[in-house]
């Protein structure tokens, strides 16, 4: 079945570890975003690619740093310089190219990052 | 600062009452206004979308109401159940950006 998969589903920080979160998508979408869940704050964009070897900051992308080296896969890595990095991790991906770009995002099911 | 506000945080309702969960938005290069609904520990799933060149949409018990004129659009759902339990996210799409509502967690009581 075509979809995203993230895993781990949940995942334990130490202070001072960089940890990486993985995404990988069989949609053949081009587009792949990474989301952070808060509570009462919604879903505030961490990094986007549009295309392979290339990715642009979203607002809170301080702390965080991705690559897009195969259309599969964007992984997420959350470093030590991320002050506050417990919360709900989202991975999407989006379809429908065309001038009126993206119409719909795909989730994963999500990672849970806790620091210990 | 947030691109799309969403309210309430919040709604507790009897099965078969009418929830209704509203969204503004400001800017006007939005063309494209999705809600998902989003279960504990699991990723949002779209339920309905709807473009600003249409006023009502439904699909099944969900319909989508929007006001363009207001910057407004909000999301009904008819005859809630129970299983409609979730938290709900509304969204806009700025080409290949989408901004998304804080969410609304909605309780349908037996």
């Given amino acids: ?41 919604g879903l505030r964009l961490i990094y986007y690619s549009q ?3 290339d990715f642009q900051k979203g607002d809170i992308a301080e702390g965080y740093s991705v690559s897009r080296e195969k259309k599969e896969s964007f992984p997420l890595t959350v470093t030590s310089a991320q002050k506050n990095p417990t919360a709900f991790y989202l991975c999407a991906s989006m379809g429908g190219q065309g001038a009126r770009g993206n119409t719909e995002a795909f989730f994963g099911q999500g990672t849970r990052l806790t620091v210990v | 600062q947030q691109q799309v506000k969403q309210s309430p945080q919040s709604l507790i309702v009897q099965k078969g009452g009418i929830p209704i969960i509203n969204c503004a938005y400001e ?23 709807i473009r600003p060149d249409v006023s009502e ?10 006001n363009k004129s207001a910057k407004q659009f909000s999301l009904h759902i008819m005859d809630s ?30």
């Fill in chain 1, 51 to 53: 295309i392979v070897n």
């Fill in chain 1, 1 to 41: 079945d075509g979809g995203i998969t993230q895993s781990p589903k949940y995942l334990f920080r130490k202070e001072g570890q960089n940890v990486t979160l993985s995404c990988e998508q069989n949609l053949n979408h081009d587009a792949m975003y990474w989301y952070r869940q808060d509570p009462g704050q």
């Fill in chain 2, 81 to 110: 159940q129970p299983g409609d339990s979730a938290t709900y996210f509304c969204a806009a799409r700025d080409f290949n950006k989408f901004y998304f509502g804080s969410g609304t967690k909605l309780n349908v009581k037996p």
């Fill in chain 2, 57 to 66: 949409k439904k699909e099944g018990r969900f319909t989508i109401s929007f």
């Fill in chain 2, 27 to 49: 800017n006007t290069a939005f063309d494209y206004f999705p809600w998902y609904q989003q279960f504990p520990g699991k990723g949002p799933a779209l339920l309905i979308a």
